[in-house]
């Protein structure tokens, strides 16, 4: 599903996009913007109407125990997309922002109730892709 309303969102945005074929690519979409492919990892996220926490990470299990943890870097994607369920929008992170390798990213959907804005990323500057 999340997938899907990310693939539709950036359609909307003007761009063309590629769906790589099987489970084994760090990316789940492929964004074509000017004739270059950017990998995109999609995630589905569901906000308390404040904050968009996206982790920043996927895990691999087997048989229901964690065996291996993958930390998405610029090395292996160029965005990383959520889909908010509560909010129902997309959010585009990109990967520079996930240094070299972090657990978690936070958007602020609502002003933080201690005023503090520095330090603090608002979830609208996310909203789409940007250069």
């Not at 996009?17 to 990316?27: K, L, V």
């Not at 074509?32 to 492919?37: A, N, P, S, V």
Request: hydrophobic content about 35%; aromatic content about 8%; overall charge neutral.
């Amino acid at each position: 599903m999340a997938e899907l309303r990310v693939a539709s969102d950036l359609v909307r945005q003007g761009f063309q996009i590629a769906i790589p074929f099987g489970e084994d690519s760090d990316f789940d979409l492929v964004l074509i913007r000017d004739g270059q492919f950017e990998r995109v990892q999609v995630k589905h996220v569901t906000s308390d109407g404040c904050v968009v926490e996206i982790n920043c990470y996927s895990l691999s299990l087997t048989h229901g125990k964690v065996r291996n943890i993958k930390r998405y870097t610029e090395r292996t994607i160029d965005w990383l997309a959520a889909y908010d369920v509560t909010t129902d929008q997309c959010f585009y992170v990109p990967a520079h922002l996930l240094g070299a390798g972090r657990s978690c990213i936070s958007l602020r959907l609502k002003p933080a109730r201690n005023n503090q804005v520095r330090k603090t990323r608002n979830a609208a500057d996310f909203r789409t892709i940007e250069d």
